[in-house]
């Protein structure tokens, strides 16, 4: 099946400290990938869509100077949280999907990364 | 109208019964309904996945269930386990739509 590989897992750093994210589609091709934050118990809450050479489509209320993203290449998004403070903590997931003729495809996730911000 | 309803918020069930989430859709051009679970600490993962020129589909012990004129669809889990317990959420999206409308999950424990 699809995979798409998330890094790192796990970050934990001081306030004020840029963090970069990285979201790889490991057997296909994203033209499109989607960057997630979720809550304890919530859903997914959509932050921004990013097809791949152009610029990102970022959801009302999410800051895109803050969360930057780059989808450089059909496999590798990238979500830079900006000068994090502790309410930027959370877990974020990407995911990625190709486009097969006219039909829809699944969204494939990564495993997601916990951000704590000290 | 872009809203996936789902329901229950949370499920328990014994082990070997069956699990029975619902969800509902009010936009007609949802054309794709995949199906996730996420563990604890994990990014949630496509489990199954119908369109609506089907009323019924089946992998394994996972069965939907779409109702089109209802404008509904439902995942039951037969033969539940304890390695089933997780969040599940249902997800709707329109032809070549970028994204999809996710519901807001269930959580389900299966008891030993």
Same mark, same amino acid.
Request: aromatic share 16%; glycine share 6%.
């Given at each position: 099946g699809a995979v798409v590989s998330q890094h790192p897992s796990w970050v934990i750093c001081k306030s004020g400290?840029?963090?970069?994210i990285e979201c790889r589609s490991l057997d296909f091709q994203a033209t *499109?990938?989607?960057?997630?934050?979720q809550f304890p118990k919530q859903s997914l809450m959509l932050m921004a869509t990013s097809n791949e050479g152009s610029k990102a489509t970022y959801e009302q209320g999410v800051e895109k100077d803050k969360f930057l993203i780059n989808h450089a290449s059909l496999t590798?998004? *990238?979500l830079t949280v900006t000068s994090a403070h502790p309410e930027d903590s959370s877990f974020y997931i990407c995911s990625a999907r190709g486009f097969r003729g006219r039909s829809n495809q699944p969204q494939h996730f990564g495993d997601g990364t916990r951000l704590s911000i000290l | 109208q872009q809203q996936v309803k789902q329901s229950p918020q949370s499920l328990i069930v014994?082990?070997?019964?069956?699990?029975?989430?619902?969800?509902a859709y009010e936009n007609t051009?949802?054309?794709?309904?995949?199906?996730?679970?996420q563990f604890p600490g994990k990014g949630?993962?496509?489990?199954?996945?119908?369109?609506?020129?089907?009323?019924?589909k089946k992998e394994g012990r996972f069965t939907i269930s779409f109702n089109k004129s209802a404008k509904q669809?439902?995942?039951?889990?037969?033969?539940s386990q304890p390695g089933d317990s997780a969040t599940y959420f249902?997800?709707?999206?329109?032809?070549?739509?970028?994204?999809?409308?996710?519901?807001?999950?269930?959580?389900?424990?299966?008891l030993p």
């Open positions: 400290t840029s963090v970069k *499109t990938m989607f960057w997630y934050r590798l998004s *990238t | 014994q082990k070997g019964g069956i699990s029975i989430i619902n969800c051009a949802f054309d794709y309904f995949p199906w996730y679970q949630p993962a496509l489990l199954i996945a119908i369109r609506p020129d089907v009323s019924e669809f439902s995942l039951h889990i037969m033969d249902c997800a709707a999206s329109i032809p070549l739509g970028q994204n999809f409308v996710f519901g807001p999950g269930t959580r389900l424990s299966v």
